[in-house]
């Protein structure tokens, strides 16, 4: 692995671990901690592929914000990490306790689990490009939102 490789790769682990990793507390308070970090990762005119809707680094801060309010007690672990060139991807399993309202569903209080699966494009030390998908599907058939498929 080059060294530009390695220091990519350590770039979004350190993002995951250092930034991602939500202490129990306010979600507005993790969130001042997160957009400050922000700009040691994200590039400002950031464009996530997968959200159209969501422009720059702004558009992720968005997400993030929504995500935490809507997840508390959020555990964030890397099932798979690698980069190649300029790309790095990953497979993260994220963990909250349903306690706020998402997408129209209100608080369940069930503690949820669901994979999420980014691919990463950085330059000069910075995320610039972004492809995620995620098990929406297995999560709100946790959250009971639609029903799991009969055997």
């Known amino acids: 692995m080059s060294w530009l490789e390695e220091a990519n790769k350590n770039l979004v682990l350190s993002w995951v671990h250092d930034v991602l990793r939500k202490p129990a507390g306010v979600a507005e308070e993790w969130m001042k901690q997160v957009r400050q970090k922000a700009p040691d990762y994200w590039d400002e005119n950031y464009v996530a592929h997968h959200d159209p809707a969501g422009k720059g ?4 801060l968005d997400r993030l914000t929504m995500l935490s309010s809507a997840f508390s007690g959020m555990e964030v672990e890397v099932v798979l990490l690698f980069s190649k060139g300029d790309i ?8 909250g306790n349903h306690t706020g309202h998402f997408l129209g569903m209100p ?20 995320i610039v490009e972004g492809w ?16 799991k498929p009969s055997r």
Not at 88 to 95: E, F, G, N, Q, S
Not at 107 to 126: F, T
């Open 57 to 60: 680094r702004e558009g992720l």
């Open 88 to 95: 790095v991807a990953d497979c993260l399993r994220i963990t």
């Open 107 to 126: 608080p369940s209080g069930k503690r949820v689990s669901w994979l999420q699966n980014e691919i990463y494009r950085l330059k000069d030390g910075k």
């Open 132 to 147: 995620v998908t995620r098990d929406w599907l297995g999560l709100w058939q946790q959250l009971g939102a639609v029903g």
